[in-house]
C-alpha cells in the first residue's frame, strides 16, 4: 500500500533572466488592491484640498487684519508727524494747540502754517486767509452726505445691543453725544444749548494707493459714491483709505486732578490774601481762609478746575463729586468758601485736616470712575448712561507739555530746602516733579541771616542765568520784543531777584516735617522748632529774613524793618 506523499506550496521563484515574480493569488486581489489605493488618493488630495482652503481663508484673515492695523497705523504716523512738525520750530517761532489743528506763529506775532490734525486734502494751511479758505470747504461742506466716497462723519451713531434681550437698545455716539447740551456747563452747538438730533463730524476720506502714496479728491468734486483720485491708475488702484481727526485732551477736564469749584456769586472757591478792606475781600476772603489740604482753594492749583461743570446737572452733591469721585480729595473744611472760620474749628486739627485728602490709585481710563480702589462699584450716582453723554469732556490724561514759550522747561518758584532732608513730603514731591534730565529747575534757601544765596550757591545763580537768557531773547509769537528791552536790563535783573527772595519769604514756619508728622524746620528764629534754625544770631526779631544782594547790583528788602516813609509834619 502506497502513502500518499504531502503535498506542500511551492515557494515563488524569481527568475533572474527575466526579472520577474511569480506569485500566485486569489483572483480579484489586484481590483481589491486599486481600488485601495484610489480611496487613500481620494481622501489625501480631499485633504489637501481642505487644508489649501482653509490656509486660504486663514490667510485672506491675516491679509485683511494686517491691512486694516497698516491703514490705523498710517492714520496714527500722519498725526504723528504733523504734531512733531509743528512742535519743532526755530527759537523765534510759538505754536499752540487746540483739537483739530496746531497753529505756528512767527517773531511778528503772525500765523505761519496751520498743521491739520484730521483727514484733508491739504494737510499744511500757510496763512489766515488760506486756513480760512480751507475751513470754509471743510468744516461745513454742502451736499457732503450725498458724497459718501469723499466725505465720511465720524461722529455717526451706532446702535448698541442690550445685554438683556428684554431691554431696548442704545444708541452710541463714537465722538460726541448730542444728549449731553443742557447738561454740560459750557457746552453749546452753534451758539444754542437745546437739544439736536445729531452733531455730524465730516471729514474727508484719504485714499492709499498700491504704490503706498496717500491721495485725496477734490472736496468740491466727485458725485455719489464715484470719484477721482489724483496718480492713480489701473496700474496703480487704491488699496484701501482712512479718516481721522485728532483731540486735544489738554482741553478737557482730568478725572484725576480736578476737583470742585464753586458758581455761586456768595461765595468764592478760590482764596487770596486780601488786599483792601472792603465786603468781598474781609468776607470772603478774611473770614474764609482755606484749610490745609483744602486743594480746590488754593489759586493756580488743578483741584480748582471742578468736575462739578461736568456732572452738577446729575443734582450730585459735593461731596459725591469730591470723594466718591476723585482719587485725590474729599470734601469738607470751609465746603468751597461756604463756611466762615468762626464757624469751623479753629485751628483745624491735624485728623480733621488730614480727612480731606486721600490716596486712591490713579483712574487709568474715565470707565474707572465706576469702580472703587476694593473692585466695588462706586455709589457715586453716576449711570453708564450719564458717562457716555459726558465722555467727550472728561480724560484721564492730560499731559500738556511743562514747556515755555522757548520751548525751554518751566522753573518752579517754591521754598524748597537745599539740604534734602529737612525737606517735607511736598517739598519732595515739588523737586521730583521740578527735575528734567537730572538738571534741578527751581531755587532753593538754607540760612535766612545771609544775603549772599542767590550768588553764593550753585544751583540758584544757574537758575538766574537761565532765566536771564530767556528773558533776553525776542518772544516768540510776539515779534522783536524782548522782556529785557522792555523793561531795562536794570529792573529785569532787580525781577529776577525779587522772584527768587520770594522764595525766601513764604512758609517760614513749615511744620509739615519730613514725614508729615509736624517736625518740620523753621526757616526763621522764634517759632516753634527754634532748635532746627541754624545759626540764627543773637538778638535777631521773629521772622526775621536777610534781604537778598543779587547780580548787577539788585537787592530785594527781604523780612526786616525798612525805612518805609520820611516825613516832615507842620
Known sequence: MKTPSSRRAQPATFNIQNSKFKIPHPPGFALVTVLALVVVLVVVVVALAQLATSQRRASSIDHAIFSNQALADMAVNLVTAQIRTGTTQPDNVAWVSQPGLIRTYSGA????????????????????????????????????????????????????PAADPAQADSTAYPILDPRALGQVEGFTFNGSTSAVGEIPMPVQWMYVLADGNVVAPDPAAGNGSQVTLPRANPDNPPVGRIAFWTDDDTCKVNVNTAGYARNDANYWTYWDTPFVSTYDEEWKLSARQPWTFEYQRYPGHPATTGLNAVFESLNLTDDQILSLTTPFYRAGGTRGGTIPISEAAVPPTQAQTNALIKADPLFASVDELFYAPDRGLRANGISRDDLERRRFFLTAHSRAPEANLFNMPRV??????????????????????????????YFVRENAYVTNELTGIAQNIKIYNYLSALTSKPIPGVGSQTFANKFGTQRRDQILTSIFDATRLVNIDDRAGTGGDGSGYSFTAGHFNAAKVPDAPAGVNVGYVAPTIGPNNTRSPGRAYTLAEVAIQF
Not at 454742502?142 to 466725505?151: E, I, Q, S, T
Open 109 to 160: 506775532g503772525q500765523m505761519t502754517n496751520a498743521y491739520k490734525l484730521y483727514s484733508a486734502r491739504k494737510m499744511v494751511a500757510t496763512g489766515d486767509a488760506e486756513l480760512d479758505a480751507d475751513l470754509a470747504t471743510e468744516s461745513s461742506p454742502a451736499g457732503w452726505a450725498a458724497r459718501p466716497a469723499v466725505w465720511h462723519d465720524l461722529n455717526a451713531p451706532v446702535t448698541v
Open 412 to 441: 518752579t518758584i517754591w521754598p524748597n530746602w537745599q539740604t534734602a532732608s529737612k525737606r517735607s513730603t511736598m517739598d519732595r514731591l515739588i523737586a521730583f516733579c521740578s527735575t528734567i534730565g537730572n538738571q534741578p529747575y
